[in-house]
C-alpha cells in the first residue's frame, strides 16, 4: 500500500510535507520487507543531516537496515513512542512517523517519488 | 548453481518468502517469523529441512569407521538411537557436526549440514581407506520433514498405525508408513521443542508435507521457514555451523565438551583435544546479554571496557515476544564467567552487556 500525498525515497523512506517542515518514516512496502520489527535506533534531536546520509537503524527479528535521509534536514522531534513499541511500524508505517524535520533544502523534494512513481518504482524491483 | 529441495513448489504455493540459504531456494518466513516461532513453541511448526544431507556408511567396519570420524561415542548405541555429535579434522576444527544414526553394527546413516555435503562425504572417504566400509551420499534422492512442536506427536499420530510413543529421545525407526509414504522417523529436532525429523523419498515429499499440514490445521499447525528455524534454535542454546562451529574451532571451545569424549578409543582431532583440554581453553562460548539498547548480530567485534577486541558475536538476536536482547560470542577465556561485564560494537559504539547462560529457554524434550 502507498499512501496518496507523501513524497517517497527510492530506500522506502517518506516525507509528508507541511511548510519547511516533515515527517518522516518508512513506507509500508518496507516494513513488509523487513517483516517483524524489534528496534527502531532514532537519530539525535537538533543532529544535521545530508540527504541520503543514515539517520537511524531498524531492525526486524532477522536483520538490521539502515534508513536514510529523504532530503537534507535538522532533527526537530523524534517519536519516542517507537523505543518501547518498535512494532508500530508493523502495524501502520504511515501513521507512525519516525521524526519531524526541518527541511533546509527544498529544491531536493523535486527530486523525491510521487505515490504513482513510487507505485511503478516497486513494481520494477518486484520484477528483477 | 542454485538448488530447490522437492518443496520448491509448496513454498511458492503457500506463499514462502523464498531466499537463498547456502545455495538453496528455501523460505525465511510464510507469515513472519514471530508468529512462526511461537507456533512451535504453543503448538506446532512444519518445517522444510530436505536441503540436509544424508550419507549412508555401511560395511563390516561401520562401528568402527564411524567412531573414528566422530568426537562423541558411537559404540555407546544401541540399533536405532541416534546420537549427536561433533566431527573434528586433525587440527581439532569442526567440520561439521551431525546426527548418527544406527541401523545396526554394519550400517549407519549421517545426516550433515547442507552446506557442507561435499566437503563433509570427501573428508570421509578421504578417511576410509583403512575401513572396510562403503559410503553412498544419498542427499538427491530424501526430502526431510521437521514437525516440531508440542502437538507433534498427537498431530502425526492421525495419520500413522505406528505407535509414535515407541520412538523415544533421540532413537528412530526406519518403518513408519505416514499415509501412502514410507518413511524413516525419528524423535529428533532443532527448537528445544518435542518433535519429529521425517525422512521420504524425494518424490514423496511434497506429498507427505500436505497431507501433514492438513492434518495439523485443527491444531494450529502453521508453516515454518529457516527465520524460526534460526531463533528456535538461537533461543534454545543450540549451536549452527558456520556461527558457533566452524574450521577453526574446537568443539571444546564451542562449549560442546558434553559430546566430545576424550577416554575412548582413538578419534580424528583427540590428540590435540587433549592437549587442549589438559593445557587449558584460551577462548570459550559464552551467552551474553545486552545491558545498553540495539541487536548485537553475527560477526560484530566483542570489546573489553578499554575497546580491546575480546572476540566476536556468533548469534545474535531481539527474541520474538521478548524485549530482551541477547545473543552468543566467542571471547577471551577470562570473559567466561558469568555477569562479567563485555561490550559489543555497534555501527562503531560500545554498547554494555554482561555474560549470561546460552540457553535462553528451558527446553521441553520428552525423555
Known sequence: MVKEGLLYAKSHEWIEVDGKEGKVGISDYAQHLLGDIVFVELPEEDAEI??????????????????????????????????????????????????????????????????????????????? | ????????????????????????????????????????????????????????????????????????????????????????????????????????????????????????????????????????????????????????????????????????????????????YPCIVSRTGYTGEDGFEIYVKAEDTAGLFELIYKAGKKFNLQLAGLGARDTLRFEAGLPLYGNELGDTVSPLESSLGFFVKLDRNDFIGKDVLVKQKAEGLSRKLVGFELIGKGIARHGYEVCSEDGKVIGEVTTGYQLPGTKKSVGVALVDIEYKSLETQIFVKLRNKLIEAKVAKKSFYNKKYKK
Not at chain 2, 545426516?111 to 562425504?121: E, P, S, T
Request: proline share 2%; aromatic share 10%.
Open chain 1, 50 to 128: 545530508d540527504k541520503e546520509d543514515s539517520f537511524g537503524v531498524v531492525e526486524s527479528v532477522k536483520a538490521a537496515s539502515d534508513v536514510y535521509m529523504p532530503v537534507t534536514g535538522k532533527i526537530i522531534e523524534i517519536n519516542e513512542e517507537l523505543e518501547d513499541e518498535p512494532e508500530l511500524l508493523n502495524k501502520d508505517a504511515y501513521k507512525n512517523f519516525i521524526m519531524k524535520i526541518e527541511i533546509l533544502d527544498e529544491s531536493q523534494l523535486d527530486d523525491l517519488l510521487t505515490k504513482e512513481q513510487y507505485e511503478a518504482y516497486i513494481e520494477t524491483i518486484e520484477h528483477e
Open chain 2, 1 to 180: 548453481m542454485i538448488k530447490r529441495t522437492p518443496l520448491y513448489e509448496t513454498h511458492v504455493k503457500y506463499n514462502g518468502k523464498i531466499v537463498d540459504f547456502a545455495g538453496w531456494e528455501l523460505p525465511i518466513q510464510y507469515q513472519g517469523i514471530k508468529e512462526e516461532h511461537e507456533a512451535v513453541r504453543e503448538d506446532a511448526g512444519i518445517f522444510d529441512v530436505s536441503h540436509m544431507g544424508e550419507i549412508f556408511v555401511e560395511g563390516k567396519d561401520s562401528e568402527k569407521f564411524v567412531d573414528y570420524l566422530v568426537t562423541n561415542d558411537v559404540t555407546a548405541l544401541v540399533d536405532n538411537q541416534v546420537l549427536y555429535s561433533p566431527m573434528c579434522n586433525e587440527a581439532g576444527g569442526v567440520v561439521d557436526d551431525l546426527l548418527v544414526y544406527r541401523y545396526n553394527k554394519e550400517k549407519y546413516l549421517l545426516v550433515v549440514n547442507a552446506g557442507n555435503i561435499d566437503k563433509d562425504f570427501n573428508w570421509m572417504s578421504s578417511q576410509a581407506d583403512n575401513f572396510d566400509v562403503k559410503l553412498r551420499n544419498e542427499s538427491d534422492a530424501y526430502g526431510d520433514v521437521a514437525l516440531q512442536g508440542p502437538k507433534a506427536q498427537e498431530i502425526l499420530q492421525q495419520l500413522t498405525s505406528f505407535t509414535l510413543q515407541e520412538i523415544k529421545f533421540f532413537y528412530f525407526s526406519e518403518e513408519v508408513m505416514i499415509g501412502e
